[in-house]
């Protein structure tokens, strides 16, 4: 099972580029998500929908846009890159709902993303 | 404001030996706790989860964790360490103040286990 897949692994960007991050899951999962982790400031929540054509944002949502115009996919656009936006950036998808529940979420492998 | 503590940076153990690595929580009313490894380079891995019933959980790779109500932890533990456990460890919870379905994680927890 191929599960939560994420491109590209690592990525260089020029300050004022743009460029999309890649997530698909495979699972049939309703909620997916966009993380970004920083070192002491743990795993922040940047968007998350719950299924196809709704999406809505997170806790740092700003130079970020994201669409779901499938169950699978669940892309990152990175519109304008700032060095700010230099980070580890993680998709997760779970089963349906944005209710508290005990839905297991379940993580990409990560795209390492530097902007110089 | 619900949060999730892990109080130690970094916690060295000796092959053989049993593991904790602490977890403390703050959430109204009942909690869905959870534990995340990470490898070097490598995504989160899920590795168990406490949603109700019994307190001791079991989870993957030999891990468990003991739900304590009325001390609000959540620590993880392994009873004979293998250096191949050396990972950084994060303890989280499903956020029940919004309607973002985000979990909130602690700060990690990094394991050295030595040979």
């Known amino acids: 099972n191929a599960g939560v897949t994420q491109t590209p692994k690592f990525q260089v960007l020029k300050t004022g580029q743009s460029m999309t991050l890649q997530c698909a899951q495979d699972?049939?999962?309703?909620?997916m998500s966009w993380y970004r982790q920083d070192p002491g400031m743990g795993l922040r929540l940047i968007h998350y929908?719950?299924?196809?054509?709704?999406?809505d944002q997170g806790e740092v949502p700003n130079g970020y846009n994201v669409s779901r115009s499938t169950t699978e996919d669940f892309p990152l656009r990175l519109l304008s890159a700032a060095p700010s936006q230099t980070s580890v950036y993680f998709c997760?998808?779970?089963?349906?709902?944005?209710?508290?529940?005990?839905?297991?979420?379940?993580f990409g492998e990560g795209s390492w993303l530097t902007v110089v | 404001a619900q949060s999730v503590a892990q109080p130690e940076d970094q916690v060295n153990v000796a092959e053989g030996n049993p593991l904790t690595v602490k977890c403390t929580y703050s959430?109204?009313?009942?909690?869905?706790l959870f534990w995340y490894v990470q490898y070097p380079n490598r995504g989160l891995q899920f590795l168990l989860k406490y949603i109700t019933g019994d307190n001791l959980v079991k989870g993957s790779y030999g891990f468990e964790a003991e739900f304590n109500k009325s001390q609000t932890s959540f620590h993880l533990k392994k009873p004979s360490a293998l250096v191949s456990d050396s990972a950084l460890y994060f303890c989280?919870?499903?956020?029940?103040?919004?309607?973002?379905?985000?979990?909130?994680f602690g700060q990690g927890t990094t394991l050295q286990v030595k040979p």
């Open positions: 989280a919870v499903r956020d029940k103040g919004s309607n973002t379905g985000k979990l909130i």
């Open positions: 959430v109204s009313g009942n909690p869905y």
């Open positions: 997760a998808s779970s089963r349906s709902g944005t209710a508290p529940s005990g839905n297991t979420i379940y």
């Open positions: 699972m049939n999962h309703e909620y």
């Open positions: 929908s719950v299924g196809a054509g709704i999406t």
